[in-house]
T-cell receptor, first 114, second 116 residues
């Protein structure tokens, strides 16, 4: 069964600095999709970035980028120039195979300090 | 504006009562989902529906029921058989029955259910 692991329950970063959130997953599939979602205090789930496994190029969305290492089954999220509004819970998610379910990690709570 | 509407935002019920959570979308999406969120456990799938009049159990379907009579609506009923119903419930939708980078999951604002 596929699993998603986020090993950092909480992280803190200074405003304007860069932070990397870790995510690893376990699968025997060759083609799949990976996502990062952000959940601010409002609890609205917001899609941050998405990646297709068969694409070698790392996805980027403005200040957000990923480091996708398929062989290592790693999908870390880098936030550059951190802003106070980035304070949120971040969830890594995996989709692939016959299960037809989006599987979430347990989340990393990121606090951006002024 | 298109989106997913969950109502109410907060819901309180007495133990032993069934309660129905509303989820409506005007995105014309085919698939809809219900997730439960508890502290420290991420999101867990309760039920999903890829097409009208059809739905499948997720990982924690016991004590819950759903219906999909209309494309835009996917209500979730929390029955008295659900042992720990107090949680945050999120409804989501996707344009296709399967997820891709072009058809990701979109979420509503959630309903906080408290059962005492």
């Amino acid at each position: 069964a596929q699993t998603v692991t986020q090993s950092q329950p909480e992280m803190s970063v200074q405003e304007a600095e860069t932070v990397t959130l870790s995510c690893t997953y376990d699968t025997s599939e060759n083609n799949y999709y990976l996502f990062w979602y952000k959940q601010p205090p409002s609890r609205q789930m917001i899609l941050v970035i998405r990646q297709e496994a068969y694409k070698q190029q790392n996805a980027t969305e403005n200040r957000f980028s990923v480091n996708f290492q398929k062989a290592a089954k790693s999908f870390s999220l880098k936030i550059s120039d951190s802003q106070l509004g980035d304070t949120a819970m971040y969830f890594c998610a995996f989709y692939g195979g016959a299960t037809n379910k989006l599987i979430f990690g347990t989340g990393t709570l990121l606090a951006v300090q002024p | 504006d298109g989106g997913i509407t969950q109502s109410p935002k907060y819901l309180f019920r007495k133990e032993g009562q069934n309660v129905t959570l509303s989820c409506e979308q005007n995105l014309n999406h085919d698939a809809m989902y219900w997730y439960r969120q508890d502290p420290g456990q991420g999101l867990r799938l309760i039920y999903y529906s890829q097409i009208v009049n059809d739905f499948q159990k997720g990982d924690i379907a016991e004590g819950y029921s759903v219906s999909r009579e209309k494309k835009e609506s996917f209500p979730l009923t929390v029955t008295s058989a659900q042992k720990n119903p107090t949680a945050f419930y999120l409804c989501a939708s996707s344009s296709l029955g399967t997820l891709t980078v072009d058809s990701p999951l979109h979420f509503g604002n959630g309903t906080r259910l408290t059962v005492t």
